[in-house]
């Protein structure tokens, strides 16, 4: 009996976006999957060798890495902030678009020069090494969201938080004042399961293919 593959998917809203994507994959959930008081983690698929595992968009990636999942969908903010080694990602699926930015409140003194900054950040390896490059040691201060409040409380002067339409940080009177990285939603796999597993390495092409063709289109 060939062991059952397990996909990691993040709730929240990538989830609307790469369900078409993994069904054009051959990856449909079972229908409990859509009922929204079922409190289940785990699910069937119409793939009888395959279960889908849905986790926090954080989370995924650590998932696949150790490889309690064989794949999974994340988006390249989390592949990068953890930078594991037994991830491969091969495949950008052209969903999930957003960028990771520095942002201050508006009006702020100019800094230029500093050598040291505090960030509040959801991303705190990303932040230090996007300072390193610039010769400037962050200091990070870690939160899980709500990072546009830190400068007015006085946690930090500036942070760096994901930005698609620019409202939230428009609503909290910052202004963006760095680009750190753009971001789209990739499928990543576990390095040894794609070595394996054949079946691993067929769905990899499946979803390259689908993305090529979103693309050319
Ligand atoms: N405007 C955006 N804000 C946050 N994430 C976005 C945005 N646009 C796309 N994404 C992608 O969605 C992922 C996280 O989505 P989501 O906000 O649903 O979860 P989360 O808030 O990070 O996780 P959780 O709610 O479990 O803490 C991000 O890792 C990013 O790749
Ligand atoms: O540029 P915008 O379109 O305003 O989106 C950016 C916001 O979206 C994310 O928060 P989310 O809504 O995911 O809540 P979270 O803080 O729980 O992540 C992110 O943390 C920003 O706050």
């Given at each position: 009996m060939t062991?059952?593959?397990t996909?990691?998917?993040?709730?929240?809203?990538?989830?609307?976006?790469?369900?078409?994507?993994?069904?054009?994959?051959g990856?449909?959930?079972?229908?409990?999957?859509?009922?929204?008081?079922?409190?289940s983690?785990?699910f069937?698929?119409?793939r009888?060798?395959?279960r889908?595992?849905?986790?926090?968009?954080?989370?995924?990636?650590?998932?696949?890495?150790?490889?309690?999942?064989?794949?999974?969908?994340?988006?390249s903010?989390?592949?990068?902030?953890?930078?594991?080694?037994?991830?491969?990602?091969?495949?950008?699926?052209?969903?999930?678009?957003?960028h990771?930015?520095?942002?201050?409140?508006?009006?702020?003194?100019?800094?230029?020069?500093?050598?040291?900054?505090?960030?509040a950040?959801?991303?705190?390896?990303?932040?230090?090494r996007h300072?390193?490059?610039?010769?400037?040691?962050?200091?990070?201060?870690?939160?899980?969201?709500?990072?546009?409040?830190?400068?007015?409380?006085g946690?930090?002067?500036?942070?760096v938080?994901?930005v698609?339409?620019?409202?939230?940080?428009?609503d909290?009177?910052?202004?963006?004042?760095?680009h750190?990285m753009?971001i789209t939603?990739?499928?990543?796999?576990?390095?040894?399961a794609?070595k394996?597993d054949?079946?691993?390495?067929?769905?990899v092409?499946a979803?390259?293919?689908?993305?090529?063709?979103?693309?050319a289109?």
């Amino acid at each position: 009996m060939t062991d059952s593959l397990t996909f990691a998917i993040p709730k929240g809203r990538i989830l609307d976006e790469a369900l078409p994507v993994m069904a054009r994959a051959g990856v449909v959930p079972e229908d409990a999957f859509h009922d929204k008081a079922n409190r289940s983690l785990t699910f069937a698929t119409t793939r009888e060798d395959m279960r889908l595992i849905r986790v926090r968009a954080f989370d995924v990636a650590t998932f696949v890495a150790h490889g309690a999942a064989q794949l999974g969908i994340v988006g390249s903010d989390v592949i990068e902030e953890f930078d594991y080694a037994d991830l491969y990602a091969p495949v950008d699926l052209d969903i999930g678009h957003c960028h990771l930015a520095v942002a201050e409140p508006k009006g702020a003194s100019a800094t230029s020069g500093a050598s040291h900054l505090r960030v509040a950040t959801k991303y705190p390896n990303l932040t230090r090494r996007h300072f390193e490059r610039q010769g400037i040691q962050a200091e990070c201060v870690k939160l899980n969201g709500a990072m546009e409040i830190a400068p007015e409380l006085g946690l930090a002067g500036r942070i760096v938080d994901l930005v698609s339409s620019g409202q939230t940080l428009k609503d909290n009177g910052l202004v963006e004042t760095g680009h750190i990285m753009d971001i789209t939603a990739r499928l990543i796999v576990n390095r040894a399961a794609l070595k394996t597993d054949p079946r691993v390495s067929a769905l990899v092409e499946a979803f390259r293919a689908i993305s090529e063709e979103r693309s050319a289109a």
